[in-house]
């Protein structure tokens, strides 16, 4: 698309002239995110859970970066060397990279397969970590994790409903939050990446992020409806509509923008670094803007118009534009 | 150009501008120059590389950790860890449970052990005491002449515990040198004499068995002294709380240790914690009440940190490893390294696409990236200096991620100047109202950024509150540069030629945006000649029912007649200029505005042409 297209998109949508039913097909859009909110559910469910890191279950990991070698037996024998009933997991999860994971190890065991490991790959002593997890540590920080989200989106929901003046806003907005983030765990555990602490910053940045969009929407919504009452130019409904459109621009820019660090990170992650921090963050960032981004513009924005819509005075008002439209229509 | 007060305001704010990141440089400079801090940030283990323990502490009778034993133990930690020897080790306490330590490099065996072991505390009675030094290597006493045990000890002040061995080994040490200062890696065995150092009086000692353990303690606390009148006197003393059975035994052992009579050695009691010796007072008084007072040359300070120890000693910590990792420092380093470079890729990409939606305008938004940038990175220099901060991976991350947020801010303001263009506005003003709706959407949404923030740093742990650090100081410095430099640079080159006159590479260019702008700030007119051509063009199913919807002036005339006769004319007009419409072919014409009818009717009468004039454009193109 031309940039002269692309202006030309942003002043049809902004004049009314070129118009995208997101309000008016919204029954769609429900169902639509109805039923990716029953596969998300059913996706963890049929695949037995997540898959948990070692930081959720507890354990010894290895890493040993930067080596030729990429055979897995010499990991497993590592391990087995040193501990015979041992089942080690041993995965090769970048161009170069290795990793060993297994129950946990005494320290002189520790250090007998670091040694095993040094040998086996051909590898400078400081091409290996190692590290050792007990099994409360990811509770602890899903659990914190988990306090932050209720936390946060009471307080949120509270900040919208005094900023915007009314708790229906606030309501369509969570409800968004909710499916944006079940739907992001759902295709998060669709993609097998480890469910680590990292991944958590993700989803609770996403938690951000995806309300943070809403209230840029929902903040043209205000405008646009705040005379509602006293115009006969559109319905309710209509006006709800015209402020997605008229962001329309806006949320591709803004969604755009934010992808592209993400996805950098996310694909300079899946080359050059491994599965570190920055990858299981950058796929749950990836996956949840781009679903934040739909969210409002799918769900929040028109479950607000559909939230509103029974009012008596808005009925009135809708009744009085409808009127209006049949009598110009009669007049020509 | 004349100098409007418009754009004066914006150079001044602009020079506030420079003024708070030259005040920031000079800071960091000034504290890099006389103090520690330094230009770069400083980096979190997972970068630096190194070790990290999480440890949860672990209090004996399983009750929940209060924020005074968690201190205690992190100081009982510092202890050890110093005392072995490792330079540089950081240890914090995270969200009220656990103690992180993180020391570079990989630790051995013994420092791990030592960093785990539980402390204890324990009274033991003083056999027999000595300046600290070593007795020079050449005169130890002669085999022949040291003390050995006539008899099996009758108690724990028995001298009979004294074995030529202990006595040997009570010659050879050496307080002096701070090794021996070091907790015992393996406390000696309750029911054993040992020996040990105090650290404050340089002094060494031989104790006999633990006769009171810490745990029966109930509490302990200091203050000023009373004097025989119940008087305050001017110096410090620390009071010890038995329980019943600590209150038991320490008066039995104050009455032996107190008929022994002051001058012999024998006389004191040593507080061992950790194998050192906290305090060994002598005993004045029998202690009958389980409520004895320790005084001496106690400062405020001192007395308060015997009395914590003793508290502490009341509830012995152990210590868990909750996890640990080992970083080695070169991995640290590639994952900064590429990091980096993802960073930057992402921020050129970012770069890119905005030159190619906002044209010149976009340099406004790299320009503002870069000056969010700088911020951050003295903040982040400032507070590793000032508070200790350390950037993680996960906090590079967060500023990474942090580059779409704040980017989305001049998003909002550019795209809400555009709609003000769209309306026919000039650019100066468009600005202006531009800048006034984008204000609120601004502050409301990072608002939402900064709670999430907060929330996270507050309530989360690890990871995650260098990630909620982060977010939320770039939120900060988002809303500084979108108040202090995005939006005063867009008032000033709202002024110039080539922004002001909508050159098509400036991003603002009315005539591609629909706006027509008859009037184009500065006193200037849209010349006749410009006045582009309608072309009829085949348009599209929804444009054709939305063209349908509109009405000429006559038809808006006689809707309006039509609803004055419903009384409603003067609100319905003024309610739809200040909703914002969209559609200038609608109301802007109401002559019920006044003062501004003139142009806004001409306005509307040339808005059709241009819009279609622009749609010719691209036709063209």
Redesign the interface.
């Known amino acids: 698309m031309s940039r002269t297209s692309f202006a030309t998109f942003g002043n049809e949508l902004y004049s009314g002239k070129r118009s995208y039913p997101f309000v008016a097909k919204r029954n769609l859009w429900f169902l639509i995110a109805g039923i990716a909110l029953l596969i998300s559910i059913l996706i963890p469910v049929v695949k037995g859970g997540f898959n948990l890191g070692i930081d959720f279950r507890g354990g010894s990991e290895f890493t040993v970066s930067a080596t030729e070698n990429t055979d897995v037996a010499i990991g497993e024998r590592a391990v087995t060397d040193v501990v015979t009933d041992a089942v080690p997991r041993v995965t090769n999860i970048a161009a170069d990279t290795m990793r060993i994971q297994t129950e946990r190890l005494s320290d002189d065991e520790t250090l007998s397969v670091r040694d095993n490991l040094v040998s086996g790959y051909g590898v400078d002593e400081d091409q290996v970590t190692s590290s050792f997890v007990g099994p409360t540590w990811g509770e602890d920080v899903s659990r914190q994790a988990l306090i932050g989200f209720g936390v946060f989106v009471f307080l949120a929901a509270v900040l919208m409903a005094i900023y915007f003046r009314t708790w229906k806003m606030a309501l369509a907005a969570m409800a968004a939050l909710v499916v944006v983030m079940v739907v992001t765990a759902g295709l998060y555990s669709l993609s097998d990446f480890e469910v680590t602490p990292s991944a958590i910053i993700g989803f609770l940045t996403i938690l951000s992020y995806a309300l943070y969009d809403t209230v840029v929407v929902f903040d043209k919504i205000r405008e646009n409806t705040a005379d509602i009452t006293i115009s006969t130019k559109r319905t309710f409904a209509e006006q709800v509509n015209l402020a997605v459109n008229q962001t329309l621009v806006r949320s591709i820019n803004t969604s755009v923008v934010a992808i592209l660090p993400v996805a950098s990170i996310l694909f300079i992650g899946a080359f050059l670094l491994g599965a570190g921090t920055l990858q299981d963050l950058s796929l749950a960032l990836f996956i949840g803007i781009i679903l934040g981004t739909l969210g409002t513009i799918f769900i929040a924005a028109p479950l607000y118009a559909a939230l509103r819509l029974n009012e008596p005075e808005l009925k009135k008002q809708e009744k009085k534009v409808l009127a209006r439209r049949t009598l110009e229509a009669a007049a020509v | 150009m004349p100098r409007t007060g418009p754009g004066t305001a914006a150079k001044r704010t602009l020079v506030w501008l420079g003024a708070l990141t030259a005040l920031l440089a000079i800071l960091l400079g000034a504290g890099s120059y006389w103090s520690t801090a330094s230009w770069s940030p400083r980096l979190a283990l997972?970068l630096e590389?190194g070790t990290q323990m999480?440890l949860?502490p672990r209090v004996q009778d399983g009750s929940e950790i209060t924020p005074e034993q968690l201190d205690q133990a992190v100081e009982i930690i510092r202890q050890r860890v110093d005392g072995s020897g490792v330079a540089e080790a950081e240890i914090n306490t995270q969200?009220g449970?656990?103690v992180i330590v993180s020391l570079p490099g990989t630790p051995d065996?013994q420092t791990?052990d030592l960093i785990q072991a539980s402390a204890q505390m324990e009274f033991r009675p003083v056999l027999a005491g000595g300046p600290g030094q070593a007795a020079a290597a050449e005169t130890p006493t002669p085999d022949d002449q040291l003390p050995k045990p006539a008899a099996e000890p009758q108690n724990a002040s028995d001298p009979n515990w004294i074995t030529p061995e202990l006595y040997k080994e009570f010659e050879a040490l050496d307080c002096l040198d701070p090794a021996a200062l070091e907790p015992a890696e393996e406390p000696a065995p309750a029911d054993q004499p040992m020996v040990a150092c105090e650290p404050d009086s340089q002094g060494k000692y031989i104790l006999g068995p633990v006769e009171v353990p810490g745990t029966d303690i109930s509490t302990a606390s200091y203050g000023l002294q009373r004097g025989a009148q119940g008087q305050s006197l001017n110096t410090w003393a620390v009071t010890i709380d038995f329980n019943d059975e600590g209150t038991d035994t320490f008066r039995t052992v104050t009455e032996r240790l107190y008929a022994i009579g002051q001058g012999d050695p024998r006389n004191q009691f040593a507080i061992v914690l950790d194998g050192r010796i906290v305090s060994a007072p002598t005993t004045n008084a029998v202690i009958p009440d389980g409520n004895p007072q320790i005084s001496g040359n106690f400062t405020e300070e001192s007395a308060a940190a015997l009395a914590e120890q003793l508290k502490y000693g009341a509830l012995p910590i152990s210590f868990?490893?909750?996890?640990?990792?080992?970083?080695?420092?070169?991995?640290g380093a590639?994952?900064l390294r590429?990091?980096l470079?993802?960073?930057l890729?992402?921020?050129l990409?970012?770069a890119v696409?905005?030159m190619?939606?906002y044209?010149l305008l976009g340099l406004v938004t790299i320009a503002s990236l870069v000056v969010a940038g700088i911020l951050t990175y003295l903040a982040i220099c400032i507070l590793g200096w000032t508070e200790n901060y350390r950037l993680s991976?996960?906090g590079?991350?967060?500023l990474?991620?942090a580059?779409?947020?704040t980017?989305?801010s001049f998003?909002?303001y550019f795209?809400r100047i555009?709609?003000e263009l769209?309306d026919g506005r000039g650019l100066v003003s468009a600005v202006e109202n531009g800048w006034r709706?984008a204000k609120?959407?601004v502050l409301?949404?990072k608002?939402?950024?900064l709670?999430?923030?907060l929330?996270?740093y507050f309530?989360?742990?690890?990871?995650?509150r260098g990630?909620?650090f982060t977010?939320g100081l770039t939120a900060i410095a988002d809303l500084v540069v979108v108040f202090l430099f995005t939006h005063p640079v867009l008032r000033l080159l709202a002024r110039t030629k080539f922004f002001g006159e909508g050159h098509p590479w400036s991003g603002l260019d009315p005539s591609?945006?629909?706006g027509i702008p008859l009037y184009r700030g500065a006193g200037r007119l849209r010349e006749p000649g410009e006045k582009p051509v309608v072309v009829a063009r085949a348009k599209?199913k929804?444009?054709t029912a939305?063209?349908e919807?509109r009405?000429t002036i006559a038809?808006r005339r006689?809707?309006e007649q039509?609803?004055a006769l419903a009384g409603?004319t003067g609100?319905?007009a003024v309610?739809?200029s200040?909703?914002?419409?969209?559609?200038p072919a609608?109301d802007r014409a109401e002559p019920a505005v006044a003062g501004r009818t003139g142009s806004r009717a001409a306005r509307t009468g040339s808005s059709v042409a241009g819009?279609t004039g622009?749609?010719q454009?691209?036709t063209n193109?």
């Open positions: 997972d590389g999480i949860a969200s449970q656990n065996a791990r868990e490893i909750q996890s640990e990792q080992q970083i080695s420092a070169t991995l590639d994952q590429l990091g470079i993802a960073g890729i992402g921020l990409l970012v696409y905005s190619f939606q044209r991976l996960a590079v991350a967060g990474i991620v580059i779409g947020q980017a989305d998003i909002v795209e555009r709609d769209r709706r609120r959407t409301a949404s608002a939402v950024n709670l999430a923030a929330v996270l309530v989360a742990v690890g990871n995650v990630f909620a977010l591609r945006l629909g599209n929804g444009a939305e063209a919807r009405m038809e006689r809707a039509q609803k409603r609100s319905s309610g739809s200040v909703a914002q419409d969209a559609e609608i819009r622009s749609s454009k691209e193109e």
